[in-house]
Structure formats: C-alpha cells, structure tokens
C-alpha cells in the first residue's frame, strides 16, 4: 500500500475547478518533486491534502495509510503525520514560536495516546533542532514568524517538521525567499529527515533546490493534472525546454 | 416581562429606598447630612442614561429602569454560600478580605495574615467613630456621575485601607465582593490610602454566591496615591449573568508615582465600570490596561478617563474586548491634557476581536489636548479572528477549539502582560482561560 494514494481527484474553489482529475502515488521513502506552472494547483493540492476549508471536493480519493484523509480534520491528519510546510507561513503574534511548538507537538502526541513531553525534554529537543538549523534562540522567544524575514519563516517551517516528526511531509516552496547559504541549511534540514518509513513531496519552481535534495520521482503538474512523471533528469528537460510541450499532453 | 418604569414611577422607588435604608445606614456626626446631599444629587439627575456622554452606550434607565431594594444584612446561611464563593476565587498568597452583600465579613477574612505595614478598618467603623467623622466628607466624595453619588448616599460598607509613608506591604490584599442576594442592591466603597513612597498591590473580585441572582452590585473605591508611591490595583468582575455590577475609581496620583490598574469584567448582564485617575504630580507613570470578555447576551461598558494634569506624565493604555455570541462591548477611553501639562506623553490602544456575527464593539478612545509639546497617540480596530491563523495551527495538530482558544489568548495577552506580579497575572491568566474553555 501506498504512503499517500490520490485517485482521480477533482476540486472547486468559488466554482472554478482547479483540480481536474489527479492521480498520485506516494510511496514510503520516497521523495516526489511537483513541478508546474505559477496557477496549476500545485498549493492547492497540498491545502486539500492538509485539509484547509473552503474547497470543494467535487470527485475522487485522498487516502493516507489506506484512510480516507479528506474525512478528517486537518489536526487528525497533523496527529497521523501529515504535514504541510506552508507557501507562504502566517505570522500569529502573541503566541511565541516556543508556546506554539510545545502545544503543537503536545496536541499530537495526545491524539497519538503517547505521553506529553516534559518542560526540559521538549527544550532540549527544540534546542537540538534550533541549533541544527542556525536558527536563534531569541526568534524561538518571539511570537511565531513575527518579524521574521521571508527565509526565516521558511527555516521555522523545516524547525516544525523535524520537531512534529511526521511521516508526510508537503514542502511548497520552501526555497522561495532564501539565499544560498539559507538554502543550504535547510536542504540538509530536510535531507536529514529522509528516511525508509517517510515521504516527502517538494513543490518548486527550481531546479537548484533538486540538486541538493534529489528526487526519486518528478511530476510535471499543469491545468490541475499530473502531465508527465520521470526520474530527476525530467527537471532539467524542464529547465531547457519550459512547460508549454506539457500543456495539453497526457 | 419588566417593562422600563417611567421616570417619576422610577424615581419615587429610589425615594422609598433611600427613607427604608436610611436608618441601617452608618455614619456619625455630618454623616447622615453628607448622604443626604449625595442623594439629591443623584434624585435630580436619576438613574445614567444616554442622555449623558459618558453613559451613551449603557441606558441603565432603559435597561434596569429601577433601583432594587437595599440588601438585607447577611445571615449565617447568606455567610456560608458566600465563604464557599469566596475561597474559589481566593488568590494564591493574597490576603483576603471579603464584603458581602455590601458588608464587611470579618469572619470570612485573613485579618490574622495582615502584615503590620498596613491598617485596614470597615467604612462602618470609621465612619461611626466620632474621630475619623472629619474623614467623612473626602469618604463619601461625589462627582458629576449620578451612580457615584447614589453610592456615597448608600454605601453600608467598604474597607478603608491605610499604608504609611516608606511602607511596603508584600502580599497582595484582595478584596473579594460576594453577592448573595435575590433581586436586591448593594452599595459598597472603600478608600485606600498610600503615603510617599507606600507599596502594595490589591487585587479587587467581584462573584456572585451560588444561588444569586438578578442583584445590582454598586461599588466605588477611592485611591490616594502618595508622592513615589507604587500601587497595582487589579479588578476582576463576574457577576451573576442576570446581575448588575457597576464600579466607580477615583484616583489621584502624587509626583513620581506610579499606578498600575488593570480591570477585567467576565460576566454579568449589566457591568460597567469607569475608571477616574487624575495624574496631579509631575513625573507620574500610569499603566491602565483591561479586558471585557463577553458572550450571550451580556453587555460591558468600561470608560477609563485619565486626566494628566500637570506636565511630564505618562500614561499608557491597552484595552481589548473579546465578544461572542450576542454580547456587547463598549470602551471609552479618555484623554484629557489639561493646559499646563506639558510634556505629557499618553498612548491608548483598543482592540476588539468579534467572535460571532452579532457580537458589537463600541471602541471610543477621546483625547481632548489642551496643552502644547505633547505626545498622545491613539489607535482603535475591531474585527474577527484570522481563518488563515486558525488553519495553520489545526494543521499543526491543534483542535479548532484550542486554536481558536490560543489565538483569543493571544488576543488578550498583550495588557495581562502589563500585569507586574507574576502571581496576580497567573490569577487574571486563570479566571481568563476559565472564562475560554467554557465557550461552546
Ligand atoms: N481561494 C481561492 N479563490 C479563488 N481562486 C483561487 C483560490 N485559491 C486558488 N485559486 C486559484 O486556483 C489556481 C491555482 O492556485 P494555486 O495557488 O494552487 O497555484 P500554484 O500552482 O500553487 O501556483 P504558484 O506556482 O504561483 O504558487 C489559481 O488560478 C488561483 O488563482
Ligand atoms: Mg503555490
């Protein structure tokens, strides 16, 4: 069984279907790159996957472990190990990246019956994974992305994944916005969580991302559709060629 | 159902009351004369209407149309509900001194753990000793305001508290006002009194006993703060949801001292309350922050008005409002800068977060600058929570509820915050979150 089936899957947002029958198939270990032009659905995908409201899903199935996924709150799926690095992360001032992530992770462990960390385990896991990925203590101290320069945000994002540990993990964009050395950190970041028993699906516009993080798998997503698959060697045909021969194929 | 009384029916209501009450009234010497004038000036204006400014948003005319016969004196059984009221809402370390139905009950209070930096006495006491009689005018003090007029007229007790000059009194004093009563008003104040350089804290509770209902709560506390001065007072009322709780501050703050007031109403179907600080020393620091968090039906009302007086004062004011439901939340915060106060640097910022479609927030703040080479900033907003917060925190593993709830507590966080004592914060942080979790 696949990690993450998509079979035929077709979604609306405000009566303009954006999704028009996908099919995607993620296995365990692996890591699935999502290519595509600006528009095609690329985040509106993974918002489906993550379960953000205000979609209609109109056909088709979502399974995660073999469970219908769209049939559970968008916590449920956190709690089973879905997890969505955000296009663009909100900033939520007031509430400090520390709070956040204690309660987080604290709410998942719970819905997983596992016990809550204590105050100095969860600091000293924070502390480690802070650390890992260059990130400060005093933008730990802050209220979650307040301030927070674009690249920053991007970091805080893999900070919360290497935390929550999930078995999914959507990454859109995440090289949006950062520099090379930024960039650096945080593939090695996401590299570092690869394992046998995860998946990752990498949505990006660059190629350069996919030289440090290779992928076993690219898609080519156009008009809400998976157009074509291929080994790493696809993203650089895209890179010379764009994606208009993809427009109408499949 | 209660229709709105007429004015005069209304008024000869009030007249019955204060003949019935008058007799259980304390007070020696020019006592009796002082309440009398009080209640002229409360019996020619009635009851705060709309009519007046600064009651615009809370008609009590229209919207509790009579004042209730005054409370009987508690009995054992009225003591009992009350002690068990009273110990819920104790703060931790506080000491408490609790009042109710308008009188003081020392058997329910910590007077042992009073430390010997302060003196606490009941209104009753001195205003029956014939030596504290020329206290009795700034005791009984009026404004302009018909509810505090009608307060010193009625008043049957209250806690006058004294700290001496150079005086630190460490523990919190908490003064717990329990109702017990069915459809009766009570009247208390209290006056408080800081020498130069006097510290304290006193943290103010308004609860009703299991069982009360449909009271008025009519309260009022004088404050002296003296020169260097530091006093936090921290109000947090939850009336009855079918009772009205009104409370009146007056505060006058000395050269260089510094008050911190922060006020939270929870629940009640009527609360109001209006905050009077006069800052009449130069170098004053004031801290003024407060939160109304409202659902069903319930209507809040909180007008702070900080006169700066005199030059080089700073005042800082955050207010939120939280509604839900069908509430209603009013804050009017004003500025006054008098001529001479030069160099006044005043901010005030309100925010109300509407939780429902029919939820309404009235965010006034006035400033009215009458001086020159001043910095006064203001700001005010409303408006409901973010979807794209929420999601972001379910996505993380968050419930709706809890995020929803994190999010509000954000929300409100910033002038809790404000709070110094880590202790009396985790205290309004508590009765705040209580006040959360039991959203549907
Ligand atoms: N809430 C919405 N209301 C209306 N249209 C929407 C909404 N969300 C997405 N769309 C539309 O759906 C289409 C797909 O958007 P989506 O954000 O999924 O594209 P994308 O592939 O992620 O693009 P990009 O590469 O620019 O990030 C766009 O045309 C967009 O305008
Ligand atoms: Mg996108």
């Not at chain 1, 935390?163 to 990454?171: A, F, G, M, Q, V």
């Not at chain 2, 009640?268 to 006069?278: L, P």
Request: with cysteine.
């Amino acid at each position: 069984m696949a990690l993450l089936e998509i079979h035929d899957l077709h979604v609306r947002v405000e009566n303009r279907e954006i999704i028009r029958g996908l099919h995607l198939n993620v296995n365990a270990g692996e890591v699935h790159a999502i290519m595509g032009p600006n528009g095609s659905g690329k985040s509106t995908l993974s918002h489906v996957i993550a379960g953000k409201p205000g979609y209609e899903i109109t056909g088709g199935q979502v399974l995660f472990r073999g469970e219908n996924l769209l049939r559970m709150e968008p916590n449920e799926r956190a709690a089973k190990g879905v997890f969505l690095a955000f296009q663009y992360p909100v900033d939520i001032p007031g509430v400090t990246t520390m709070n956040f992530l204690r309660a987080a992770l604290n709410a998942q462990r719970k819905a997983r019956d596992q016990r809550e960390f204590s105050t100095p385990e969860f600091l000293k896991r924070v502390r480690e994974v802070a650390g890992s990925l260059k990130i400060p203590h005093d933008m730990i101290k802050r209220g979650v992305n307040v301030g927070f320069s674009g690249g920053e945000k991007k970091r805080n994002e893999i900070l919360q994944m290497a935390l929550l540990e999930p078995s999914l993990c959507i990454l859109d964009e995440i090289d949006s916005g950062l520099d090379i050395d930024a960039l650096r950190i945080v593939a090695s970041g996401i590299n570092a969580l690869r394992s046998p028993a995860r998946a990752m699906i990498l949505i990006t516009h660059y190629r350069r991302l996919l030289d440090h993080i290779v992928p076993d798998i690219v898609h080519v997503m156009s008009k809400g559709r998976v157009r074509k698959s291929g080994g790493k060697e696809l993203a650089l045909e895209l890179e010379a060629c764009g994606y208009a021969q993809f427009e109408d194929a499949a | 159902m209660k229709q709105v009384l007429a004015k005069a029916d209304a008024e000869r209501a009030t007249d019955d009351i204060f003949a019935e009450a008058r007799g259980r009234l304390p007070g020696a010497g020019p006592v009796p004369q002082i309440r009398a004038r009080a209640f002229d000036v409360y019996k020619r204006a009635g009851l705060p209407h709309r009519g007046m400014e600064d009651w615009k948003y809370t008609d009590l005319r229209a919207l509790i149309g009579e004042v209730l016969p005054l409370a009987p004196q508690p009995d054992a059984q009225a003591l009992a509900r009350a002690k068990v009221s009273a110990k819920q809402v104790a703060a931790d370390q506080a000491v408490k001194l609790v009042l109710v139905d308008g009188m003081f009950a020392p058997e329910l209070s910590d007077l042992g753990r009073l430390e010997t930096e302060v003196v606490v006495r009941s209104l009753r006491e001195v205003l029956e000793t014939p030596a504290a009689v020329a206290m009795a005018g700034l005791l009984l003090s009026t404004t302009s305001d018909s509810a505090i007029s009608l307060n010193a007229a009625m008043a049957t007790d209250g806690l006058v508290i004294t700290v001496a000059d150079g005086n630190a009194v460490k523990r919190p004093i908490q003064i717990v006002h329990v109702a017990t009563g069915l459809s009766v008003s009570t009247y208390t104040r209290s006056y408080l009194q800081l020498g130069k350089g006097a510290h304290a804290a006193i943290l103010e509770s308004f609860v009703p006993a299991e069982g009360a209902s449909g009271y008025q709560a009519n309260d009022a506390i004088i404050a002296l703060v003296g020169e260097e001065a530091r006093l936090s007072h921290i109000r947090v009322a939850a009336a009855a949801s079918d009772a009205v709780n009104i409370s009146s501050a007056i505060m006058a703050v000395g050269a260089r001292a510094k008050l911190d007031l922060f006020t939270m109403t929870c629940s009640g179907s009527i609360s109001r309350y209006q905050g009077f600080i006069t800052l009449a020393g130069e170098g004053t620091k004031l801290s003024a922050n407060g939160v109304n968090l409202v659902r069903d039906e319930l209507h809040a009302d909180t007008k702070i008005v900080v006169d700066h007086a005199v030059p080089h004062c700073n005042s800082r004011e955050k207010f939120r409002a939280v509604i839900d439901d069908c509430g209603r939340s009013v804050f009017q915060g004003r500025i006054l800068v008098r001529p001479a106060a030069r160099k006044t640097d005043a901010t005030l910022t309100t925010r109300a977060l509407l939780l429902s479609d029919q939820a309404e927030a009235d965010n006034k703040p006035e400033l009215e600058i009458l001086a020159d080479d001043v910095a006064c900033r203001h700001g005010a907003t409303s408006g409901a929570l973010d979807d794209a917060l929420v999601f972001y925190l379910r996505a993380r593993g968050l419930s709706e509820k809890d995020a929803r709830i994190l999010l509000i507590k954000a929300f409100i966080g910033e002038p809790i915050e404000e709070i110094t004592s880590q202790n009396l914060r985790d205290f309004v942080t508590a009765q705040a979150e209580h006040w959360l979790q039991a959203r549907r």
